[in-house]
């Protein structure tokens, strides 16, 4: 058959090749990507708070600031919600590299999405100033984007800054970029679609945030605190005056004649009535990370990291009081399945119970708190056994799902932080746990009935038959004969390459997350005298995996989800991935579904496409500006040359404008890079394309 190619309908537009890998043989269905608050965006007169958690935003009701209370979470991304601005019953989201979104908030409680714009990059702060955004692009510089029509918003112009920049504020035709180490950068937009920058200020530490009211730029600035900038003459800005904090300054909003800082560990109020000479009158210390603030009439909205929304009455700016607190999701650390329910361990957010009957719309349920943080779940029937740190084992009744509650809890020495369920046995692993065997047959009276103390730091267990198989850390990998429940014993040790995270049973076959080194397989036919088979290396720091038949799914940190085909042992290989907005930590799958705990992207779920592509025939395809002939030829219309990568990043071929002939190439994913102009700084598109047989 003659060479085809089929354009895969996700356009990437990124700087780099590496960030335009973002998937393999698989595509995101949905997810419920709630997690730790990193963004915040008022609606004053109404008493709204949008808060950006993790890869979504939680709107909320806080016009009574001592009862915040949910509203909505339909605004989902596929990244991480960095920057967010409302005007004008529009709500703007910048989604780390998932580019702009414009949503009508009009009716708070069921936003709408009006339009998307794929943006080069990692987006972090956003402002608009009438019909255009202002985002500042991490690593890159500051981008113009005309939002006169929401529901098409498009590129306008674009200028490099010199650092990362972070943030960005616009007054008076000029944009002031928070630029990082490179300080304060001023850029003339009165032509958005010619931005050129006109003046910069060394701020001497971390530009992290800016805000301008009264000629005056006032910097959240890193280690260093607050700083006053006079920017009465933007081409010629110039130190007024600072105030040190004992944080980190990441974000800052005005009242009146005072700065309010989120400054990590706390909020700091600053009085900057004298700009020469602001001082601190007042702070609040957070439960989390204080990264996020924005004035309410007499309180701030503090967004706080895993330690969610915090609503401080400042009407003493001297003495900030707590009214009230919005816990929110945090940080996913694993799944498991129960039927159509997805249970997804979130740290100090406690058991989440998400409806996954739809895969493309994951719906939570009900969340239950636990003592301490929630670090694995295992479930059988109507019943929950979660691992929660140093808390012990707790078993919650599922029988309402609406409605979990706990009936049991089994007090474990150490750690408690991975399960496996045998039968009515939970055997669990962690640091100073050893290997714990917990009876659970009664579920309202969990008892520990056995324990191997030899072992000590343990990370991961799976079981088959007679013999639990431990990850061991450091130590590598354990097999521990638990016949007799009560009297485990210890068979067999070996060394691993790494730091053995976890481990799980395919058959005759032992896949080991073993972090750096990637994913060990080991023949354990004879259980006591486990062989090592192969070892695949993986771009990231495999921490967890799960195996259906002869597929291995592998959580690889940073590097998303890894799909490892071993059916030749021997030879194991990626047969698919998604990188993951948030680093992976857990995975389960259910056919070609998978399930992903994504950090503070909450619940990934991605299907895992094996069926291959099929030979269209008929009318052409759309590439860019280009045309796509079935059968023979890639015709790419552009302006300038292009590269065609393979999946490793390599240049497989140069493009010309015009028809490009591909039957040459092996099929598999490519992607088609526009080279930039010599006059333009601007990133080059990305587009993903198959060439099949």
Known sequence: ????????????????????????????????????????????????????????????????????????????????????????????????????????????SSPSLLGRLPIPGQLVGITVDSTFAYIAVEDSGLLTVDVADPAHPRDAGFVATPGSAIAVAVAGGYA?????????????????????????????????????????????????????????????????????????????????????????????AIDASDPGNPYQVGSYNTPGWACGVAVQLEYVGVVDGEGGLLMLDVSDPRHPALSGRFISPAWAYGVTLLGSLALLADGAGGLRVVDAADPTNPTELAHLD??????????????????????????????????????????????????????????????????????????????????????????????????????WGGDGLAVVDVADPLNPVPVAFRETEDWAWSVAVAGQYLCVADGWAGLGLYDITVPASPVEVAYLELPGDASRVAASGSLAYVADDDAGLRIVDFSRPVAPRVVGFYVTPGPAFGVTASGNTVYVAAGNAGLQVVEHITAGVAEVTGEPYRLCAGTIVPGARAALRTERPARLLNASGRTAMQLVPGANDVRRLT???????????????????????????
């Not at 608050?37 to 007169?45: F, G, H, M, Q, W």
């Not at 730029?217 to 920017?231: F, T």
């Open 1 to 108: 058959m003659r060479a085809q190619i089929l354009v895969v309908g996700l356009i990437l537009v990124l700087t780099g090749v590496a960030s335009a890998q973002d998937s393999l043989n698989c595509r995101l269905l949905g997810n419920w990507p709630f997690g730790s608050c990193a963004a915040l965006s008022l609606d004053t007169a109404s008493g709204i708070a949008f808060c950006g958690s993790g890869g979504g935003v939680l709107v909320l009701d806080v016009s009574d600031p001592s009862r915040p209370w949910v509203l909505s979470d339909i605004i989902r991304t596929a990244g991480l919600v960095r920057g967010l601005f409302f005007s004008d019953a529009r709500l703007y989201v910048a989604a780390g590299g998932a580019g702009l979104s414009v949503w009508d908030v009009s009716t708070p």
């Open 176 to 268: 002031f970029v928070a630029d990082s180490d490179s300080g304060l950068r001023v850029v003339d937009v009165h032509d958005p679609a010619n931005p050129v920058e006109v003046g910069c200020c060394d701020s001497s530490g971390q530009a992290c945030a800016v805000e301008i009211a009264g000629g005056r730029a006032y910097v959240a600035n890193g280690g260093s605190g607050l700083l006053v900038v006079d920017v009465a003459e933007p081409r010629a800005p110039r130190v007024l005056g600072s105030c040190d904090t004992r944080g980190w300054s990441c974000s800052i909003a005005l009242a009146g004649e005072f700065a309010f800082v989120a400054d990590g560990e706390s909020l700091v």
């Open 667 to 693: 099929p598999g994913i490519y992607f088609v890079r526009s080279e930039p102009s010599a006059a333009s700084s601007r990133p080059s598109v990305v587009q993903k394309v198959v060439i099949t047989r």
């Open 370 to 471: 636990t003592r301490d943080k929630t670090y694995a779940a295992v479930a059988d029937g109507e019943h929950a056994f979660v691992a929660d740190r140093d808390s012990g084992l707790r078993v919650v009744d599922l029988t309402n799902p609406a409605e979990p509650r706990e009936v049991g809890r089994c007090d474990l020495a150490g750690t408690t932080g991975a399960l496996a369920l045998a039968d009515t046995l939970v055997y669990v692993a962690g640091p100073g746990a050893g290997l714990g065997v917990v009876n659970v047959a009664d579920p309202g009276n969990p008892r520990l009935v056995g324990r191997c103390s030899e072992l000590e730091d343990t990370y991961g267990v799976a079981v088959s038959g007679h013999h639990a198989f431990v990850a």
